[in-house]
């Protein structure tokens, strides 16, 4: 299942720039090359049946692709996958996903069989901290892999992976997007690090020709990245990524100081409290080499347990 928290994505996708900055920026060219992003037509809603409704996050665009003379319409199907761990059982979601999306449009009679199926993108948008491994087709689950008669009637689906963190800083600065910056911040693995890719992101959005539009989607998303991680920030204060910019480098690094701050002050007590445990093992050490006292005195006295006590005199015999 993937994590129910508001990421902040699904506003993102909402609007057609972020898609195309997906798509021209981590999809394959060849699939960015075909597409009119003028044409792009937004049609995200629930196409999960009661019976197997779950909840995630996803939006559902359209876009006519020229091939060959000929101009399609795709679906480009988003699921936005945040969970700590990677969900091996992807291929059969996407699957069922895709499945009940055919079965909605038809049923709306957005197309007919007649007609035939338009052509489905399934990608999959994924930053969670381990990299991606589960198979990007669901026929990769089917094993051993059956024998040729039966290879062909067993299912195929392959979803677009993108793992965000398989982006370096480098790779992502090639792409001068806001959705490259987004990238960066979700990225940033330490405090300082996030105000340089804070600091990145504020730049393209000047640079935008929609600066004001662009300034209000990103900051919106930011407040709610930034709740997440539990930033010590005064959050209704940040009304602009732009204009604000001073005034959130400046809580950025009064809560990175805090934090060094109380991480010493942890370091310090646990220090403190590893010296007293090392203190009481070796007041039991030298009770058990030199007295003939038995391991619930020892224990006793040395303010340890008794099975403590009696693993150091096993050690001491070996």
């Not at 993108?121 to 669901?138: C, E, K, M, T």
């Not at 992101?201 to 990103?218: E, L, M, N």
């Not at 959050?235 to 010493?264: F, I, P, T, Y």
């Amino acid at each position: 299942m993937a994590n129910h928290h508001d990421t902040g994505y699904k506003e993102l996708f909402s609007h057609p720039e972020f898609v195309q900055q997906l798509i021209e920026g981590f999809a394959p060219p060849e699939i960015a090359g075909l597409m009119d992003f003028a044409t792009l037509q937004n049609h995200s809603g629930n196409y999960i049946t009661p019976l197997f409704e779950e909840k995630f996050e996803d939006v559902v665009w359209s876009v006519e692709i020229h091939w060959q003379g000929v101009a399609q319409r795709v679906y480009l199907y988003i699921l936005l996958e945040f969970q700590s761990r990677v969900d091996q059982a992807m291929p059969i979601r996407l699957m069922h996903y895709v499945a009940c999306f055919y079965d909605h449009m038809l049923k709306s009679k957005a197309f007919t069989l007649g007609e035939g199926l338009p052509p489905v993108l399934p990608i999959v948008l994924y930053n969670g901290a381990r990299r991606w491994s589960a198979p990007q087709d669901v026929y990769e689950l089917v094993r051993p892999e059956p024998p040729a008669f039966l290879r062909v009637y067993q299912p195929h689906l392959r979803y677009y992976l993108i793992d965000e963190g398989r982006y370096t800083d480098e790779e992502l600065a090639e792409r001068q997007t806001p959705l490259s910056g987004v990238f960066g911040i979700e990225n940033a693995a330490e405090r300082e690090a996030l105000q340089r890719a804070v600091d990145r992101v504020v730049a393209i959005i000047q640079a935008d020709p929609h600066k004001a539009r662009i300034d209000a989607i990103v900051t919106r998303w930011l407040k709610r990245h930034l709740h997440r991680l539990g930033a010590d920030i005064d959050l209704n204060r940040l009304n602009s990524l732009v204009e604000d910019r001073d005034m959130l480098a400046e809580n950025l690094q009064n809560w990175a100081k805090k934090e060094r701050q109380e991480g010493r002050q942890e370091g310090r007590q646990e220090g403190r409290q590893e010296g007293r445990q090392e203190g009481r093992l070796e007041i039991a050490r030298n009770l058990i080499a030199r007295t003939e006292m038995d391991d619930a005195m020892i224990a006793e006295i040395a303010v340890l347990t008794v099975e403590d006590v009696a693993k150091l005199r096993a050690e001491t015999r070996h």
